[in-house]
């Protein structure tokens, strides 16, 4: 019988935020569904992917906006809240937690960067119900997402394994003209924190992750999360979708079968001395 690999550093700690981070959720009642790889380790090995180094959760948009306005007062002091509109260096328009005890070296961009160990929290959006307005809702989505990371590009993630061939080609352009970090990112994140709040989750037969790495990949019919369900993660249990395998699917198609060995490690990060030590 094959045994499972033991988790990571990096994973240790991941897990013991999760673990302080858990009973908080689940005492205030907050919806939340396990994300893209987090969700696939939960299917797949019953915990972490063994080469993952991340935690992703998403909440529905109106619970959201209440966990990042309470969630400060309810940590541990070893945990911080950061989003893009405070005044760390965080410049992602999803949240984090972070222990800030603890320090990942990003290798992965052009710039190199330190940034608190962490896990993600993103917000779960609604779609137009029609059709139409549905496609162009998204194309204005795409167009602010695509400005925001021409404004960040020495931080874009250049070795983010699965990248889609438009990507690559649009990164060499902007690497050869030099049309990146010419912008105010703070600009293109409130252009997209309009456009995705413009319809509420109670409203909208599809949900997306807009801000995953998968995009439009991440756009699920509302009823494949239902109330979630319970699934083996580590030594505890995390919700997810209920029809987990039509989600997978859709995101990564044959996901019982491994990536080749290139495909990851997909934030390229290398774990620094504990700040206390």
């Given at each position: 019988?094959?045994?499972e690999?033991k988790?990571?550093?990096?994973?240790?700690?991941?897990w013991?935020?999760?673990?302080?981070?858990?009973?908080?959720?689940?005492?205030?009642?907050?919806?939340?569904?396990?994300?893209?790889?987090?969700?696939?380790?939960?299917?797949?090995?019953?915990?972490?992917?063994?080469?993952?180094?991340?935690?992703?959760?998403?909440?529905?948009?109106?619970?959201?906006?209440?966990?990042?306005?309470?969630?400060?007062?309810?940590?541990?002091?070893?945990?911080?809240?950061?989003?893009?509109?405070?005044?760390?260096?965080?410049?992602?328009?999803?949240?984090?937690?972070?222990?800030?005890?603890?320090?990942?070296?990003r290798?992965?961009?052009?710039?190199?960067?330190?940034?608190?160990?962490?896990?993600?929290?993103?917000?779960?959006?609604?779609?137009?119900?029609?059709?139409?307005?549905?496609?162009?809702?998204?194309?204005?989505?795409?167009?602010?997402?695509?400005?925001?990371?021409?404004?960040?590009?020495?931080?874009?993630?250049?070795?983010?394994?699965?990248?889609?061939?438009?990507?690559?080609?649009?990164?060499?352009?902007?690497?050869?003209?030099g049309?990146?970090?010419?912008?105010?990112?703070r600009?293109w994140?409130?252009?997209?924190?309009?456009?995705?709040?413009?319809?509420?989750?109670?409203?909208?037969?599809?949900?997306?992750?807009?801000?995953?790495?998968?995009?439009?990949?991440?756009?699920?019919?509302?009823?494949?999360?239902?109330?979630?369900?319970?699934?083996?993660?580590?030594?505890?249990?995390?919700?997810?979708?209920?029809?987990?395998d039509?989600?997978?699917?859709?995101?990564?198609?044959?996901?019982?079968?491994?990536?080749?060995?290139?495909?990851?490690?997909?934030?390229?990060?290398?774990?620094?001395?504990?700040?206390?030590?």
């Amino acid at each position: 019988m094959t045994q499972e690999p033991k988790r990571t550093d990096v994973q240790e700690i991941i897990w013991n935020i999760m673990k302080d981070l858990k009973p908080i959720l689940e005492g205030c009642e907050v919806p939340y569904f396990m994300l893209g790889g987090t969700l696939l380790g939960a299917i797949r090995h019953k915990g972490f992917i063994p080469w993952d180094d991340d935690i992703d959760i998403g909440i529905p948009r109106e619970e959201y906006e209440e966990f990042v306005r309470d969630i400060s007062d309810l940590l541990p002091e070893h945990l911080e809240l950061h989003t893009y509109w405070d005044d760390t260096p965080h410049h992602y328009y999803f949240s984090r937690i972070v222990d800030t005890r603890y320090e990942l070296e990003r290798k992965g961009s052009l710039i190199e960067r330190n940034e608190n160990v962490w896990i993600d929290i993103f917000p779960l959006d609604g779609m137009p119900n029609n059709r139409v307005v549905r496609r162009v809702h998204m194309w204005k989505l795409l167009y602010a997402r695509l400005r925001y990371h021409i404004s960040t590009f020495d931080k874009v993630n250049l070795h983010r394994p699965n990248r889609p061939f438009y990507e690559k080609v649009l990164i060499y352009l902007i690497r050869v003209t030099g049309l990146g970090n010419r912008s105010d990112p703070r600009k293109w994140l409130d252009r997209i924190d309009t456009l995705l709040k413009k319809y509420p989750p109670e409203d909208s037969d599809y949900i997306v992750n807009f801000m995953g790495q998968y995009i439009f990949k991440e756009m699920f019919p509302k009823k494949w999360y239902g109330e979630g369900a319970l699934y083996p993660f580590e030594d505890s249990q995390m919700l997810g979708p209920i029809e987990y395998d039509r989600v997978l699917t859709q995101q990564y198609g044959a996901y019982m079968t491994p990536p080749d060995e290139e495909d990851k490690n997909a934030h390229d990060a290398v774990l620094l001395e504990n700040k206390e030590d």
